[in-house]
């Protein structure tokens, strides 16, 4: 399978690692849209929401705690984040391999764009 996160997960490609674990691995996008932007990503290839299984729960909770944990880290889980997870073409997915952005450094408008 040709996934760049699936490359990154398993350490063929590099990129900035900011925390990993048996199941999840973060690093930080390379393409910035906010002073923090950091990808979340399972280990597991799961190209998008529309494929998630009943199965998967906890995979996706297992982000959104990884979330919280480098929010805490990194020193902005008071001052808030922003967590985004965009699904198929409309809302902009680009990498076919679940990702949640954590965005962070700023204030973030509400509508996004
Ligand atoms: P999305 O548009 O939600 O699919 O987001 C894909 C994100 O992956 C974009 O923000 C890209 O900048 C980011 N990205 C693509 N390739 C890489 C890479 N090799 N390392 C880090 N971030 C990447």
């Known amino acids: 399978m040709n996934c760049i996160f699936c490359k990154i997960a398993a350490g063929e490609i590099p990129a900035t690692i ?20 950091i990808l979340i990503i399972p280990r597991r290839h799961i190209a998008t929401v529309n ?18 944990r480098i929010a805490a880290e990194l020193g902005f889980a008071a001052d808030g984040y922003r967590l985004v997870m965009n699904t198929n073409a409309a809302a902009g997915q680009t990498v076919f ?7 962070a450094g700023r204030n973030f408008a509400w509508p996004p764009g």
Not at 18 to 37: K, M, S
Not at 97 to 103: F, K, P, Y
């Open 51 to 68: 494929d998630l299984a009943e199965a998967d729960a906890a995979t996706v909770g297992r982000l959104f705690l990884a979330a919280r």
């Open 97 to 103: 391999h679940i990702h949640l952005h954590l965005l």
């Open 18 to 37: 900011v925390h990993q674990d048996e199941h999840v691995v973060a690093f930080r996008d390379l393409n910035p849209q906010a002073p923090t932007h």
